[in-house]
């Protein structure tokens, strides 16, 4: 009965909106499974790793562990859209937090942080570019800019199996910059009456030794970051 089953899937949606779960309860109201009606959407705060100050757009729960994944691993749409909502939010938050005048008609430069090759050739797609297209796509604020201007200098291992230390040791030295990058970043700064605010953008932030090794990738270039963007950040690295 075609007709019949065309109008329950109506009625009650099979798929979750944000991670196109199929097997759990989805709500009628929401259009949204049991675990994705447990993220609480947007407590935007800071928090710091290291010398670097990473703003955060959602709480980290094992949800959005989840979400994060229905968008990196299963490209996700709806899933990467919250993703991009939630570091939007974590941006003006950050904006707002900076004490620099005239922060309204400063450029922002957002840096996405870069995945390994590998795991991008895998899935086929680079996860962080297309979020910071969502980014883009959903802004109507500020005046950004995506420049792309770090790139794996070695081979990294997959991270989720390593503790804190192996992490940091993994990382080190992982990044270098690329030229043009960095030039364009020189360029929109001698010509824009105020400084750019630059953010690195990643994901999700654990110890922080990606965001560490990137940012010292580019200070050693000359180019000083405002802080991280991220979704959300857990708490204490775990493991
Ligand atoms: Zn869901």
């Given at each position: 009965m075609p007709f019949l089953s065309g109008i329950s899937t109506l009625i009650f949606?099979?798929?979750?909106?944000?991670?196109?779960?199929?097997k759990e309860h989805i709500s009628i109201?929401?259009?949204?499974?049991k675990s994705c009606s447990e993220i609480s959407q947007f407590s935007v705060k800071s928090t710091r790793r290291g010398g670097i100050e990473i703003f955060t757009g959602t709480h980290y729960s094992p949800q959005m562990a989840r979400l994060i994944l229905a968008a990196k691993e299963s490209d996700q749409k709806f899933a990467r859209r919250f993703l991009a909502q939630s570091i939007l939010a974590s941006l003006k938050f950050a904006i707002a937090n900076h004490?620099?005048?005239k922060n309204n008609e400063r450029k922002i430069i957002l840096i996405p942080i870069p995945s390994r090759s590998g795991a991008n050739r895998l899935r086929g797609y680079a996860h962080i570019l297309k979020l910071i297209d969502e980014i883009s796509i959903l802004n109507t604020h500020h005046k950004l800019q995506q420049i792309n201007c770090l790139a794996h200098k070695k081979r990294i291992k997959d991270?989720?199996?390593?503790n804190f230390y192996e992490r940091e040791q993994n990382m080190k030295e992982a990044f270098g910059v690329i030229s043009e990058g960095i030039e364009q970043i020189i360029a929109i700064d001698s010509k824009e009456e105020f400084a750019p605010l630059i953010f690195l953008v990643d994901d999700l932030v654990t110890s922080g030794a990606t965001v560490l090794a990137a940012n010292i990738a580019l200070n050693r270039a000359g180019i000083r970051v405002s802080g991280v963007l991220s979704s959300c950040a857990t708490n204490r690295f775990t493991h």
């Open positions: 949606p099979q798929k979750c909106l944000l991670c196109a779960a199929h109201e929401t259009g949204r499974c004490t620099q005048p991270q989720s199996s390593l």
